[in-house]
C-alpha cells in the first residue's frame, strides 16, 4: 500500500510547528535572553501564522527553479551585448547608487534575518526569518550578477562593497541598518519587516524596476521579477508581524507604535536617493517622486494604518511633513549631489530643456519657483566654463547622517537645522523627527560614526580631500564621477553607437 500524501497543513505543521521542544535541562528565558527586555508581551507564540504556509524543502524546490531561468536570462544579457540597448549612458548611474546603496542593504537584512530568528522562541517565527534571511541572501547575490556586466563597460563598479562602508552619502542606507540591527528582535522586525519591507518596499524597488523596463535594462528588470514573489512574501510576513504583536497583549501598542514613529520616519529618509533616481536620473521617467509617493504611501499606507486603527495605531508622526517634502526632497537631493559632484561614486548632470520643463509640469507648485533657477544659473555658468563643485564638507545629520542642506518645508529658502545638547555635548540634526528620534536613546546616537566627523578628526588619511576621495574611498575622480558630459564613460558610448 503506497504510503498516504501529506496535505499541506499537515506538511507545514510536521516541518515548522513539530520541529520545536521542550527545554528540559536549560531555563526557556536563559534561551531566548532577549525576547523581554524590550517591553513586548507574548502570551503564546502559536498564534502566530504563516500566510503562505512555505516549507523549507518547497522552499529550495521553488527557488532554485527560479534561479535557472534567472540566469539563463543573466547569460543571454550578456551574450547579447545588453548594456547598448540601455537608451542613454546616464541610466547607468542610477545602477550605481542601486548597486553601491541598496544592494549592501540586502545584505544587512540576511544578517539581521538571522540573527533575530534565532531569539524568538515561537517556531513559527524561526522558520519565517530563516527563510527571509536566505532570500536577502540570495538577492544581494542574484543583484550583483545582474549588475556585473555593467562592469565590463562603465566606470564607477568596481569597489562598490567598499565604498558603502566608507563614503559619506552611503553611510545613510548603512546607518539605517546598523541602526535596525542594533535594537531589539521585536524592533527589528518593526523596522524592517514590517515598516521597510510592507509599508515602502514598493517606493524603493517598483521605481527602481520599472525604471530599469522604461530605459532598456533587462537584466534588473529580470532580477526584479524574480525577487518580486519573495517581496510579496516578505510584505504579509510584515503584516502578520504587526498585528501579531498587537494582538498579543494591549500593553504592546504604545511600544509597537513609538517604532512606527521613529522608522517610518528613517525609512522615508532613506528614500530620498529613490527619489532623486526617479526624478532626474532615469532618461526615460517612470513617474514623479511626487506621484510614486501619493500612489504608493497616501492611497495605500492610509488604508494600512485606518486597519490598523482597531489596535489602537494612529497614523506616524511626521507623515504631515512627509507629504509636504515630497514636493522639495528630490530637487534639493539633486542640486546637493551636482554640486558635491566630485565627491560622489558617480555623474551629475544638469537637466535638458526637456527634463526641466516635464519637471515643472510635475511640480506646478514648487519647482519654477524654487528650483528651476537653480538650474537655470547653473547652465549659464557652465557655459562660461564656470561650472563649480562645493569643496567644503557639509555638516551631518547625527541620527539619519544626510546631509544639512534640505530646508524647512513651509519655507524652502531656509535650512532646516534642530540642535539639542547631551551630557555637555552639543548635537546637530536635519530635522524634528531626527531630534526625536536621538532624544528617545541618546546613548547609542552619539556613537554614530559620522563621515564628515572621521575626515575632520583625520581617521580617513588626507589631508586634502582629494587624497581622502582617491586613497579611502577609492573613486578614481573625473572617470568615475564629476559631470557626464565628456567622461570616458560618454566617450565611450558615442563611440559604440557612431556619434561623432
Not at 346 to 371: C, G, M, N, R, V
Request: glycine letters at 6%.
Amino acid at each position: 500500500m503506497a504510503a498516504k500524501k501529506l496535505n499541506i497543513k499537515d506538511k507545514y505543521r510536521l516541518l515548522t510547528r513539530d520541529l520545536d521542544w521542550e527545554f528540559s535541562y536549560e531555563d526557556r528565558k536563559q534561551a531566548f535572553p532577549y525576547e523581554e527586555f524590550e517591553g513586548i508581551k507574548i502570551t503564546d507564540w502559536d498564534k502566530w501564522e504563516d500566510p503562505f504556509r512555505l516549507t523549507m524543502d518547497s522552499y529550495w524546490k521553488y527557488q532554485a527553479e527560479k534561479e535557472k531561468k534567472l540566469y539563463a536570462i543573466f547569460d543571454a544579457f550578456s551574450q547579447n551585448n545588453g548594456h547598448l540597448n540601455v537608451v542613454d549612458p546616464r541610466y547607468v548611474n542610477a545602477v550605481k547608487i542601486f548597486l553601491t546603496g541598496v544592494s549592501p542593504l540586502e545584505y544587512q537584512a540576511y544578517q539581521g534575518f538571522a540573527h533575530v530568528g534565532r531569539q524568538f522562541g515561537g517556531v513559527g517565527a524561526r522558520v519565517a526569518c530563516q527563510m527571509q534571511s536566505l532570500d536577502e541572501l540570495r538577492h544581494v547575490q542574484t543583484q550583483i550578477h545582474a549588475m556585473s556586466h555593467y562592469n565590463k563597460f562603465f566606470d564607477g563598479f568596481q569597489e562598490f562593497s567598499h565604498m558603502h562602508d566608507r563614503v559619506w552619502y552611503l553611510s545613510v542606507p548603512r546607518s539605517f541598518f546598523c541602526d535596525a540591527r542594533s535594537a531589539g528582535p521585536f524592533e527589528f522586525m518593526i523596522a524592517i519587516g514590517f515598516s521597510f519591507e510592507y509599508v515602502l518596499t514598493n517606493l524603493l524597488f517598483v521605481p527602481f524596476m520599472s525604471g530599469a523596463a522604461y530605459n532598456g535594462d533587462m537584466a534588473t528588470v529580470t532580477f526584479g521579477f524574480s525577487a518580486q514573489s519573495d517581496e510579496a512574501r516578505h510584505m504579509t510576513l510584515g503584516l502578520e508581524v504587526i498585528k501579531f504583536l498587537l494582538e498579543q497583549h494591549e500593553d504592546n501598542v504604545p511600544i509597537v507604535q513609538k517604532w512606527l514613529d521613529k522608522w517610518f520616519w528613517r525609512g522615508t529618509r532613506l528614500l530620498t536617493i529613490v527619489a532623486m533616481m526617479m526624478d532626474y536620473m532615469l532618461p526615460n521617467k517612470v513617474m514623479s517622486w511626487k506621484e510614486a509617493w501619493e500612489v504608493y504611501f497616501e492611497e495605500a499606507g492610509g488604508a494600512l494604518f485606518k486597519d490598523l486603527a482597531r489596535y489602537g495605531i494612529r497614523m506616524p508622526k511626521y507623515a504631515e511633513t512627509i507629504e509636504k517634502e515630497k514636493e522639495h526632497i528630490s530637487h534639493q537631493a539633486w542640486w546637493t549631489f551636482y554640486t558635491h559632484g566630485h565627491a560622489a561614486g558617480f555623474h551629475t548632470w544638469i537637466p535638458s530643456d526637456e527634463e526641466l520643463d516635464w519637471l515643472s509640469a510635475q511640480y506646478p507648485d514648487t519647482f519654477d519657483k524654487y528650483y528651476r533657477p537653480l538650474w537655470e544659473m547653473a547652465k549659464e555658468m557652465e557655459a562660461k566654463g564656470e561650472r563649480f563643485y562645493t569643496t567644503g564638507l557639509p555638516q551631518l545629520c547625527q541620527t539619519c547622517q544626510i546631509p544639512m542642506l534640505f530646508t524647512e518645508m513651509d519655507n524652502p529658502n531656509q535650512n532646516s537645522m534642530r540642535d539639542f545638547v547631551y551630557q555637555g555635548e552639543r548635537y546637530h540634526f536635519c530635522s524634528d523627527g531626527c531630534c526625536d528620534i536621538f532624544k528617545e536613546e541618546p546613548e547609542k546616537y552619539v556613537q554614530a560614526w559620522l563621515p564628515v566627523h572621521q575626515i575632520f578628526q583625520g581617521n580617513c588619511g588626507g589631508p586634502e580631500v582629494g587624497d581622502i576621495l582617491k586613497d579611502y574611498y577609492k573613486m578614481n575622480v573625473g572617470v568615475d564621477n564629476m559631470d557626464i558630459k565628456g567622461s570616458p564613460d560618454e566617450v565611450r558610448w558615442n563611440k559604440w553607437k557612431g556619434v561623432a
